[in-house]
């Protein structure tokens, strides 16, 4: 809608505009002043689409006033009235960029088409003007994606002829050139945010990205995109640096803190920061970010707002095994024998190892997904059915670990699936499959150390010793005596791995008092002595 002023020092005529205006067009506002000053005042104070004036008038004239208007830059059309045919104001008129010049006393209809041309004219310069600012935000938003893309192309180690390269960065307006000195400073984003959707989540880091641009660009040049793994990454240097990197380490060390205050501040949200070395570009990203990576899988979820330096920090120590997920029974072997109940409550206790001691890093997040997806996978198609019978699509293409932000993003796919598998597997059984396997394993469990012959398992469950063997290996296709076998072994080489028990205790815990033999039987399955295994698994 128009909205409308006019401006004349004579009030019988704006009375006569103001009424034949408003009874004839459906303006959305249509105001009057009967001074230029007047009318500067409701310019100022008020949205004015049209300004039909008088010329001359005490103070300041029309011609002022819509040369007020243009020095200005407002979006304003200016219609100028005037009672002298005369050419030296046309000609004014022309220089303040008037709409229309028009004589008095005005004619109605002439008045009438003037305005409606205006208006017309107005509305299609602000179309133009949206359409131009459109276009722009979509270029720059298509150029910083195409940027980003670049950017993460070199983390990941494309290679890229170096003519190409800089043609690229020209291109694309990217102020980094042979021989910078530039670090890689990963971000990751945490606390509450990582409960949130992911449209939420990358809104968070879309602001994280600009504060992070505005608190580092004084000193450097930025160029941002985000990885695969859900950190956000940034390939900094220094501004008219020279070839030391002693300036731009002080600069981070002092501006990080800044960064982490400002985005708990503003955003309520935390973040940790890991930043490399300065090395030459373009040769040093991938390298560089591959360094940066892997002390970020290291860090524990648990612990927040961490900024870790990679030039002062100490030799990494090897990572120790998680017990809880090898320890026989497996979950496999669990879910393979249709263990539910007892493989919901290992999986519980995997993620209750998962989330304590510093353990809920992304490299263990991985391990745990992995063995999970495999022991998933082999169970479903054991029992005739596809894995998109069961799981997402999302969870079968790509890095799908990277999926899971947290350990209880993890836990919770974990338990649903084996929820689904469960159901399907039952659903499509036509007998209570596994059931007289589930006996016979939780008994071979827990008399491991005594007596677990077919004799004894037999009477256990009330079954002749022939009948037991034929039945056990129709539904598992292994013989109980090869299972029980393996089993020991199984369960001997975790307690070689995770105990300090002694050979020999170990022997009777498994049920063989004759400790040479069972080293015979270890070294057959595993080809090398028990003393060996545990030398190999670094408990000597």
Request: glycine residues 4%; proline residues 4%.
């Amino acid at each position: 809608m128009i909205r409308l002023l006019l401006v004349d020092d004579e009030p019988v005529i704006l009375e006569d505009l103001e009424v034949f205006i408003t009874q004839t067009m459906n303006f959305e506002h249509v105001y009057t002043a009967s001074s230029g000053s007047e009318a500067v005042q409701f310019i100022e104070q008020f949205p004015i689409d049209i300004v039909i004036t008088d010329i001359r008038m005490p103070g300041m004239s029309g011609l002022e006033l819509c040369q007020y208007i243009k020095q200005k830059q407002m979006d304003i059309e200016c219609i100028l009235l005037s009672g002298y045919a005369e050419f030296e104001y046309a000609q004014q008129a022309l220089k303040t960029n008037t709409a229309a010049y028009l004589l008095k006393p005005v004619k109605k209809d002439e008045l009438l088409q003037t305005i409606l041309q205006t208006a017309e004219v107005l509305q299609q310069r602000r179309k133009a003007t949206v359409s131009n600012q459109k276009a722009h935000e979509t270029l720059r938003s298509h150029l910083v994606r195409l940027q980003a893309s670049l950017l993460l192309d070199l983390l990941k180690g494309k290679s890229l002829a170096p003519d190409k390269l800089i043609e690229e960065m020209e291109r694309l307006n990217i102020p980094f050139f042979t021989g910078d000195r530039v670090a890689v400073m990963l971000l990751r984003i945490e606390n509450r945010f990582l409960e949130y959707d992911e449209r939420s989540i990358s809104l968070f880091e879309y602001a994280v990205v600009n504060i992070t641009e505005e608190v580092l660009q004084e000193h450097f040049e930025v160029w941002a995109c985000k990885d695969d793994s859900h950190y956000l990454a940034f390939l900094i240097k220094m501004k008219n640096s020279d070839v030391s990197d002693v300036p731009g380490k002080k600069a981070i060390e002092q501006l990080i803190p800044q960064l982490q205050h400002y985005i708990t501040i503003y955003l309520q949200g935390k973040i940790s920061v890991v930043v490399s070395d300065f090395e030459a570009f373009p040769v040093c990203p991938a390298e560089l970010y591959q360094k940066s990576l892997q002390l970020f899988r290291r860090l524990p979820g648990s612990e927040q707002e961490l900024f870790l330096r990679l030039w002062d920090q100490p030799p990494q120590t090897p990572l120790r095994p998680l017990q809880r997920l090898h320890e026989p029974p497996t979950f496999l072997q669990l879910i393979e024998t249709a263990r539910w109940e007892d493989a919901q409550v290992r999986l519980n206790y995997i993620i209750e190892e998962l989330s304590s001691n510093g353990m809920d890093t992304a490299e263990y997040v991985a391990e745990v997904y992995f063995a999970l997806t495999n022991a998933y996978t082999y169970v479903i198609h054991m029992n005739g059915l596809q894995i998109a019978d069961v799981i997402e699509e999302q969870y079968m293409t790509g890095n799908h670990v990277t999926t899971f932000r947290t350990v209880k993003q993890l836990h919770g796919w974990a338990m649903l699936v084996l929820e689904r598998i469960h159901e399907r597997v039952t659903a499509g059984s036509k007998v209570t499959r596994g059931s007289y396997v589930l006996q016979i394993h939780q008994y071979i469990e827990r008399y491991l150390s005594e007596d677990v012959t077919l004799q004894a398992i037999s009477e256990h469950v009330h079954l002749h010793p022939a009948y037991l063997s034929v039945t056990y290996k129709q539904e598992t296709g292994e013989n109980l005596s090869e299972y029980i076998y393996r089993y020991r072994m199984e369960r001997a080489a975790y307690l070689l791995r995770n105990t300090k028990a002694k050979i020999y205790e170990i022997s009777a815990q498994l049920g063989y008092q004759y400790t040479p033999y069972f080293t015979k039987l270890f070294k057959s399955y595993y080809e090398v002595s028990p003393q060996e295994y545990r030398a190999m698994s670094g408990r000597e």
